[in-house]
């Protein structure tokens, strides 16, 4: 009897252990793998091999699969992998002292369309002065962009003294966009301060 009662404690013993070490997770190297470095970083490392500064990833938005990143002169949109692992392209940027400089010219807004970056994917983005508070895009439907802060900024002409909120603005489609771009700007209390056409 005592035999017995042995033998099917080390069975159980067995089946425990057995048990045990198939719920326990694989150990091994690549079966939990994480990555070495982050997206920010590998974007910032192919910013800068195209000899552009790269300070800091500022947005990155992965329902439309782009990224913004801040430069000593502006922010460069780019865009990035389905899967968010990889940069794909870096897009034409922002320059803030040409957006100071055309303040006039520009009003409280400025962008830029560029169709068909790769297939199924348009981009319309643009810096925006604190003052314009909401903006209407309506040659694509009415919609409204994303909007991001990016910094206080100079808030006059080159030169000028005061700084003030700036912000970028955004919104992708897989369609091509319309050119030139209608959009209306209204500022606080709902009162319009820009409308109208503007090319690139």
């Avoid at 690549?30 to 192919?46: D, F, H």
């Avoid at 782009?66 to 870096?90: C, N, Q, R, W, Y």
């Avoid at 040659?139 to 970028?168: C, H």
């Amino acid at each position: 009897m005592s035999k017995k009662i042995l033998l099917a404690l080390l069975c159980l013993g067995l089946i425990v252990v057995l048990y045990f070490s198939a719920s326990r997770p694989d150990s091994s190297p690549g079966s939990n793998y994480i990555p070495t470095t982050s997206l920010e970083e590998a974007i910032c490392t192919k910013v800068e091999a195209r000899n552009e500064d790269c300070k800091k990833v500022i947005l990155i938005d992965t329902d439309s699969n782009v990224a913004f990143v801040e430069s000593e002169f502006g922010i460069l949109p780019v865009l990035i992998s389905k899967d968010h692992t990889k940069m794909v392209k870096m897009l034409p940027g922002l320059d803030f002292q040409e957006f100071r400089e055309e303040k006039e010219e520009n009003g409280p807004i400025t962008w830029r369309v560029e169709n068909n970056v790769q297939k199924d994917f348009s981009i319309l983005y643009g810096f925006a002065r604190d003052k314009a508070k909401t903006i209407i895009i309506n040659s694509e439907g009415n919609i409204q962009p994303n909007k991001f802060y990016v910094r206080d900024d100079l808030a006059g002409m080159s030169g000028g003294s005061g700084t003030a909120p700036l912000w970028v603005w955004y919104i992708t489609s897989e369609d091509e966009m319309i050119k030139p771009a209608d959009i209306t700007v209204y500022g606080t209390d709902g009162h319009l301060i820009y409308g109208g056409s503007k090319e690139e």
